[in-house]
């Protein structure tokens, strides 16, 4: 085997595979993103799939420790080997066909979990008569169970939405989240409780309410309020480093705040999985 095809191995297997290598993975995949933008390798939904492992590669570096100046570093090298094969290279052929089968039963996948540190994300690109969770993670707020993610009928068309089910506390009156401003405060912040000091965060608020449908809910909860955030949520977390965390505050007329910490984790990634498409 040729140090070419050799080097790129790894992405003959699933994600999970490649952990103990994750920083390798990465410029593997970047590798071939490079290759495909120069050559054009594969059908967009193969690529989208790889747009996904990328980024959960890339996570999956961070959290093992790789520093964010070491996979940036890895990300140039791999775009300037890119750039020096040949579209007819033979080890590269190989390397096309290896890619294409070990994606394809990844990218079928109509369900997948993305694993943080101590949180999930749990991706759906099943399609659906009726809005449900596409993107899903778990929290809660003393007692009270809080999801946030992505609602929708399908992949497609996604809503930031947070859904909370308050006992014994009265309706709130706002909801907003809370996370590092990207734009103020460019470097990861890892200290403390996870969020930077408040010249450096920001708030994107609810634009609407409502009582949450059954489909929404956590197991066992018997109402619920459906929090909907506007796009630019999803946006902003994107950004964020897969270490970092944010909150969702629910804002009540006595002054009091009643606040669910999420972890940011492979959030970008798992937006990659569903753009590609419905399973």
């Known amino acids: ?20 290598a994750v920083t390798d993975a990465f410029y593997d995949r970047v590798f071939v993103l490079a290759a495909h933008e120069k050559c054009g390798l594969f059908e ?3 690529i989208a799939a790889l747009d996904a492992a990328a980024l959960q590669a890339r996570g999956a570096a961070l959290r093992a420790g790789s520093p964010a100046t070491d996979l940036a ?10 750039a020096g094969v040949a579209c007819d290279d033979r080890d590269l052929g190989r390397v096309k066909a290896r890619v294409q089968a070990g994606f394809a039963g990844w990218s079928r996948a109509a369900r997948m979990t993305f694993p943080g540190d101590r949180s999930a994300w749990k991706g759906d690109r099943y399609e659906s008569r009726l809005p449900g969770w596409r993107l899903v993670q778990d929290g ?16 497609e068309a996604t809503t ?3 859904v909370v089910s308050f006992v014994g506390r009265p309706r709130p009156y706002a909801a ?3 996370l590092r401003d990207t734009d103020q405060s460019p470097r990861v912040w890892l200290a403390g409780n996870g969020l930077p000091p408040e010249p450096a965060r920001r708030a994107v608020f609810a634009s609407a309410s ?12 018997r109402q619920g309020e459906a929090w909907i955030f506007p796009a630019q949520a999803a946006e902003a977390l994107s950004r964020l480093d897969p270490r970092e965390t944010f909150v969702i505050e629910f804002l009540f007329r006595d002054d009091s705040v009643a606040s669910a910490r999420f972890e940011a984790g492979d959030f970008a990634a798992a937006r990659a999985f569903l753009a590609m498409g419905a399973a």
């Open 1 to 20: 085997m040729t140090a070419l095809a050799a080097s790129l191995a790894v992405l003959a297997t699933p994600i999970g595979a490649a952990r103990a």
């Open 73 to 82: 570093a890895a990300a140039q090298r791999a775009r300037s080997r890119a």
């Open 176 to 178: 907003r989240l809370v």
């Open 160 to 162: 930031p939405t947070a």
């Open 140 to 155: 809660a707020t003393g007692g009270s169970p809080v999801r946030f993610g992505l609602v929708g009928r399908g992949p």
């Open 210 to 221: 409502r009582a949450a449908p059954t489909e929404l809910l956590t197991e066992g909860a």
């Open 44 to 46: 967009p939904r193969l």
